[in-house]
């Protein structure tokens, strides 16, 4: 980030930072005190392994069809979708029949 307090993130440049060749690939392009953010491609077939994180997160669905599991719920994510992970909740994507793009927010802050 610059020091103007604002910062400008161009998506097709943030896409081209992350791995051509990996089935997973996660670019971070923001980390403030308040947020961090990153582009998180999941290739179709591939296997999502995360864990569960120590922020509130929210995921924007860019590019990509997918089943998305948080605890013992199961939703089908489309292109479009917003969707929110409180933390430590347990949450995998899974049967990706389309290359998944996520834009992605972590909350660092406390409420």
Known sequence: ???SGWDLFDLKTLKAQLSEDAPVSYSQFLNVPAM???LYRLRAGSKDMQT????DEL????EGHAQLKVGDEVKEVTPGMVLYIRAAEEHSFF???EDMLLLVFFSSGSN
């Open 95 to 97: 049967e990706i029949q």
């Open 36 to 38: 961090h953010c990153g």
């Open 59 to 62: 995921y924007y669905v860019i």
């Open 52 to 55: 569960p994180h120590d922020e």
């Open 1 to 3: 980030m610059t020091d």
